[in-house]
């Protein structure tokens, strides 16, 4: 039997147009998200080096992270209304490099506001990079390859966690604003990567600009199963967004704070692996809400475990393992939106969730903080309850009830 990787990569699993088109979309996103994910860490090693202040870099993250959640539903409104969806998708793209230079030149040289403005509007931008190319996917991918697709497309989140930070973290020893600025060329290709792809419009085009522009957020909360994994995923998120941070203390009381990066790189590791094995092997679309949830309390549980060992590398595999069911969760739920939403607000729920999931994860970061004075061991148990609780209580909820599926119908999928 071939190996998940060969199963994933074989020409034979699609035509070759549907196959090089599907290889130049991920080769642009993970430019884009390389770039999303090391800003995190790059704004933050730029504020310590001009204001030696570790506060003004998280006030940086937070006002590129945070307008993910505000600007979603108009980002997924206007891609879904586009004539050439590719050109608003890389437009957006384009304003987020642009935005995400400023800092080099204006941060310890302007007033602190006038930085985080324009990091505001990259962060307007940010949907666009996440929940707006992924609903995209699956019209290009082919007839029959969109769980192949997604669980691609999730693994390239997976690689650009490791690939972001490490870029970063290789350019700012000799100068963190060259960091920065290879960021911003990693996301300008991506926005010139999209430009060269078809994108299917969608059927709105004919419709007014101005109507429509919470529709998405009227389906996640009109249709039962889009409602709960929404839920689910952002509820989650709020304990995982702090795992960067226990990894950190968890690191320190085992005396060898230098192994942050190494729990972080398995975790990312594991995911990656997740995303293939999904691939290889991927569960039929409707099943995909339950595993949605259940994955997600899948993540949770090797983190509580954690909680219990005095043994870093022990600790380092439940991270691992943790990671490991990560790549399922993110296919998954790719699917099951683009299974349960109208094509016609597709990009729309996309992007709201994704915006949700980025908010959770920056205010789970910031409860972290707060979180300072207990022991590693609680803190890693607080991250863990999240998607623990979020998974089971989703897992619950759709126990009893039919399936649903695009605009609120009931089975047939």
């Excluded at 930085?115 to 940010?126: F, Q």
């Amino acid at each position: 039997m071939a190996s998940p990787v060969e199963q994933v990569t074989k020409v034979g699993s699609g035509s070759r147009r549907d196959n090089a088109r599907l290889a130049r979309y991920l080769t642009a996103a993970l430019l884009a998200r390389t770039a999303d994910e090391g800003a995190r860490v790059a704004l933050v090693i730029l504020a310590l080096d001009r204001t030696g202040s570790a506060a003004v870099g998280g006030t940086l993250v937070a006002t590129l992270l945070l307008p993910h959640v505000v600007a979603a539903p108009l980002v997924g409104a206007l891609v879904d209304r586009a004539r050439r969806p590719a050109v608003v998708l890389a437009g957006a793209i384009a304003v987020f490099a642009a935005a995400l230079a400023a800092p080099v030149a204006m941060l310890g040289r302007a007033p602190l506001w006038q930085t985080c403005l324009v990091l505001a509007i990259a962060g307007c931008c940010g949907p666009a990079l996440t929940g707006g190319l992924t609903s995209r996917l699956a019209a290009l991918a082919g007839p029959g390859q969109e769980a192949r697709a997604f669980a691609l497309d999730s693994l390239s989140y997976s690689v650009a966690g490791m690939l972001g930070p490490a870029t970063v973290g290789l350019l700012a020893a000799a100068d963190p604003g060259a960091s920065v600025l290879a960021l911003t060329v990693a996301a300008a290709l991506g926005a010139l990567g999209v430009t060269s792809l078809r994108l299917v419009a969608s059927t709105t085009t004919e419709r007014p600009r101005a109507a429509g522009l919470f529709e998405g957020a009227r389906a996640i909360a009109r249709i039962p199963d889009l409602r709960t994994i929404t839920l689910a995923t952002s509820f989650g998120q709020l304990g995982l967004g702090g795992l960067a941070v226990v990894a950190t203390t968890l690191a320190a009381a085992a005396q060898e704070p230098t192994r942050a990066g190494l729990l972080l790189s398995v975790t990312a590791g594991g995911a990656l692996v997740g995303s293939l094995l999904w691939a290889w092997r991927p569960l039929p679309a409707p099943h995909a809400p339950r595993v949605t949830v259940w994955a997600m309390a899948a993540v949770g549980v090797p983190l509580a475990l954690a909680a219990a060992v005095h043994s870093l590398p022990l600790a380092a595999a439940l991270f691992a393992l943790s990671g490991l069911c990560t790549g399922p969760l993110g296919a998954a739920l790719f699917l099951a939106r683009n299974q349960l939403a109208d094509e016609t607000i597709r990009t729309q729920v996309f992007t709201i969730g994704a915006g949700l999931k980025v908010a959770a994860s920056a205010i789970g970061a910031g409860l972290l903080g707060l979180a300072a004075p207990l022991s590693a061991s609680a803190q890693l148990l607080l991250v863990a309850a999240f998607p623990i609780v979020a998974g089971i209580a989703g897992g619950l909820l759709m126990r009893r009830r039919p399936r649903s599926c695009a605009g609120g119908l009931i089975d047939p999928c």
